[in-house]
């Protein structure tokens, strides 16, 4: 039972370039959120899917883009990266949106 | 003005007392309380999950909730050092049709042996 996966764990890329993150779970939830965790902000939701093909925006989707056409997958895309995109990115799943359960992360620096 | 406030810490206790850990929220009409652990480098973890006014424990967690006084609490008694990590409030609600769930900035927690 693999629950909710990210990869990659690790990423480093440059600035202007693009990056994917991705996510997968396994316990067909319907809801899967994107966040991002900065030391003094917390948690902030980037983006957040209620299900297949619905998407909307978070609290800071500016630089980010998301799709899903299988309910498993939730891929997170920064057209263009900027420094400012450094963070830890964690993709969390839900039944019914208040309980989330969340992946291991992906630690993303933007040189 | 932050949504959800948490003590900030950190806080330091010694094996066996009891943690005490804070959060107060501003949104009247938040329905669903969580308290998750996040061990450094890792994931947060779902620890306690509280929805009506009262205490709700699990072992040796106890969250205690206060909608009047936008409160929310938890306790951790018999601290082990393995409750040592970041603990995260969050508050959960509907703002029209959209349920929102937002997180406190954490609390960190040290228990020293």
């Known amino acids: 039972d693999a629950g909710i996966t990210q990869s990659p764990r690790y990423k480093i890329t440059e600035t202007g370039r693009q990056v994917t993150l991705m996510c997968h779970q396994t316990w067909s939830h319907s809801y899967m959120f994107w966040y991002r965790q900065d030391l003094g902000h917390g948690l902030r939701l980037i983006y957040y899917s209620a299900a297949a093909d619905i998407t909307d925006k978070g609290e800071v989707p500016d630089g980010y883009v998301v799709s899903r056409s299988k309910t498993e997958n939730f891929p997170l895309t920064l057209e263009s990266a900027t420094r400012s995109q450094t963070s830890v990115y964690f993709c969390?799943?839900?039944?019914?949106?208040?309980?989330?359960?969340f992946g291991p992360g992906t630690r993303l620096t933007v040189l | 003005q932050k949504e959800v406030e948490q003590n900030s810490g950190p806080l330091s206790v010694p094996e066996g007392a009891i943690a005490s850990l804070n959060c107060t929220y501003s949104d009247r009409g938040s329905q669903s309380f969580f308290w998750y652990r996040q061990y450094s480098g890792k994931s947060p973890e779902l620890i306690m999950s509280i929805y009506s006014n009262g205490d709700k424990e699990d072992g040796r967690f106890t969250a205690q909730l206060n909608k009047a006084s936008q409160y929310v609490s938890l306790l951790i008694r018999d601290s082990q050092p393995s409750d040592s990590a970041t603990y995260l409030c969050a508050v959960g609600g509907f703002i029209f049709n959209d349920y929102k769930l937002s997180f406190g900035a954490g609390t960190t927690v040290t228990v020293r042996a």
């Open positions: 969390a799943s839900s039944t019914t949106a208040d309980t989330q359960y």
